[in-house]
């Protein structure tokens, strides 16, 4: 299968809307309400000339916190297992929240590479706010916009620069 990116983060990130923008598909479900992505969305991206594959997850159904929680473990755990390079998306527009803190955790204490993604940076208006993303302690915040893909050819760079 090559290189698996997976892309994780709490509900309505805009995890679903990257995954469509760098697989340039409509195909994962992207919806204002948190949650909507039903299950594991696996997809492509050829980026000048190198490719690796790239998994959507979501498909958790929020309930109660508890079950909200234990959810985003369980998607993040099996992101670790399965995956070489973990994609972390953050909401610049909302700065760090508590499941932010709770998945960087998480990551942390894994020994696969994290790239930290800032999305909903559409305009440059937005992007003072990414410092305070560098206290998730998982180093530097690519800032980009998956609704018009601000910043994604710097990060698509990144993610196949060893390849
Ligand atoms: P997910 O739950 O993390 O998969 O998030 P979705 O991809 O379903 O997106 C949640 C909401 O955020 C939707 O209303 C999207 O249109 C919106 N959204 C996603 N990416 C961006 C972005 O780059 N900029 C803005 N302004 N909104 C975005
Ligand atoms: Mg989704």
């Given amino acids: 299968m090559g290189r698996l990116v997976a892309i994780v983060g709490r509900p309505n990130v805009g995890k679903s809307t990257l995954f469509n923008r760098l ?18 969305q696996y997809g492509k991206v050829d980026w000048c000339g190198k490719e690796f594959s790239i998994v959507d997850t979501g498909g958790w159904v929020v309930n109660s916190e508890d079950i909200f929680e234990s959810e985003i473990n369980k998607q993040v755990h099996v992101a670790i297992e399965e995956a070489d390079v973990i994609m972390f998306v953050v909401d610049a527009t909302n700065g760090v929240t508590d499941l932010d803190d709770h998945v960087a955790e998480i990551l942390r204490r894994s020994t696969k590479p994290v790239i930290l993604v800032a999305n909903k940076v559409d305009t440059n208006d937005w992007i003072y706010n990414i410092a305070d993303f560098y206290a998730l302690g998982l180093g530097e915040p690519f800032p980009v916009s998956a609704s018009n893909g601000h910043g994604t050819g710097d990060l698509l760079d990144e993610v196949v620069k060893d390849l």
């Fill in 23 to 40: 697989t340039q598909t409509r195909t994962a479900i992207v919806d204002d309400t948190a949650g909507t992505t039903r299950d594991r």
